[in-house]
């Protein structure tokens, strides 16, 4: 039973990520299958959430901001 379940959700994602332009060319992205394309295409799409570049979040900011240490502004001792 839990095995149709999954069979109708993955038909379901490839037909979802058939039927856009851009699923198709994630999907012809090396290493990229039906579940990371559809991911994709469910979070971000064209962009089109984004009235530019610099309102979308850099990599850094969302995925590794607790890891990444941002340089502070120098001390005025250390400038000369």
Not at 38 to 57: R, W
Not at 73 to 79: A, C
């Amino acid at each position: 039973m839990f095995v149709i379940f999954l069979k109708s959700i993955e038909k379901q994602l490839n037909e979802f990520v058939e039927q856009s332009e851009s699923g198709n060319i994630l999907r012809s992205i090396p290493d990229i299958g039906v579940i990371n394309a559809s991911a994709l295409l469910a979070a971000i799409d064209k962009g089109q959430a984004f009235n530019n570049v610099a309102v979308a979040p850099s990599p850094s900011d969302t995925l590794c901001s607790k890891y990444i240490k941002k340089p502070g502004p120098t001390p005025p001792s250390q400038l000369a």
